[in-house]
């Protein structure tokens, strides 16, 4: 299934190719028929932005909102750990699970980096895909949150990426997580200190119960596919 690497593909920094593949791609999610009618409305009206606005605008809003602002990153374990010592381990756990699938990173980017792992979860069967992005689901939705408060395009291929998701979002933990940081644009001042504050989500209560995303669940998803493969 290639609809949650094209929906990633979406969220990578703005190249000549986006505006290129874009047909191509409409035709590729229509044909598969992950997504509802209502999604796929909302996606390809998204993916119209690449058609109708300059590359340096695109390029310019990119990193007004994904660089610039850290409640928006799409690096997953930066909301769970941040940058903590379980981060770096969690990276190279999900490295490994990677490589275990015969999956190798050939560009200077982290595991969790949200259009990498889409890619990955691509690749395996429909069910265990929709269970691995369900593990996600409550960083997806605050993002959501986060880039509806920004009026940006890019809030409905996070939303059609929900709707992939075995899980439903938990709607208080993401009002939680929204209430402590909407995602609004940083002064470089408030940027530094927004670095220095512990995540969004607390990493000592992220079990299910609470609807926040787990680390290890995410990869247990993961080894048991890899398990079955081998």
Same mark, same amino acid.
């Given at each position: 299934m290639r609809t949650l690497k094209i929906l990633g593909f979406f969220l990578t920094y703005p190249e000549q190719e986006h505006i290129q593949v874009v047909d191509e791609c /409409?035709?590729? !999610?229509? +044909?598969e028929k992950w997504l509802s009618d209502k999604g796929l409305e909302k996606v390809l009206h998204a993916a119209r932005h690449f058609k109708e606005h300059s590359l340096l605008d !695109?390029?310019?809003?990119? $990193?007004?909102? *994904? %660089?610039?602002?850290? +409640? !928006?990153s799409l690096h997953l374990f930066e909301h769970v750990h941040g940058? +903590?010592?379980?981060?770096g381990q969690a990276l190279v756990d999900l490295l490994q699970v990677y490589e275990d699938a015969k999956l190798f990173i050939d560009r200077e980017e982290m595991p969790d980096y949200l259009p990498l792992f889409t890619e990955y979860v691509a690749t395996l069967p429909h069910k265990q895909a929709s269970e691995t992005m369900g593990s996600v689901v409550n960083i997806l939705s605050s !993002? $959501?949150?986060?880039?509806?408060?920004?009026? =940006? *395009?890019? /809030? %409905? *291929?996070l939303d059609a990426m929900i709707e992939t998701a075995a899980r439903s979002p938990d709607p208080k933990a993401v009002e939680e997580y929204l209430s402590k940081s909407s995602?609004? /644009?940083? =002064?470089? /001042?408030?940027m530094d200190r927004q670095w220095e504050e512990p995540p969004t989500f %607390?990493?000592?209560n992220i079990g299910q119960d609470s609807g926040c995303p787990k680390a290890e669940e995410m990869l247990a998803h993961m080894r048991d596919y890899t398990q079955e493969r081998q």
């Open positions: /409409a035709a590729i !999610l229509r +044909s !695109l390029q310019e809003d990119y $990193v007004a909102l *994904f %660089d610039r602002t850290p +409640s !928006l940058d +903590s010592r379980d981060r !993002l $959501v949150g986060r880039l509806r408060n920004r009026e =940006s *395009f890019y /809030a %409905d *291929f995602g609004k /644009a940083l =002064s470089h /001042a408030e %607390d990493n000592t």
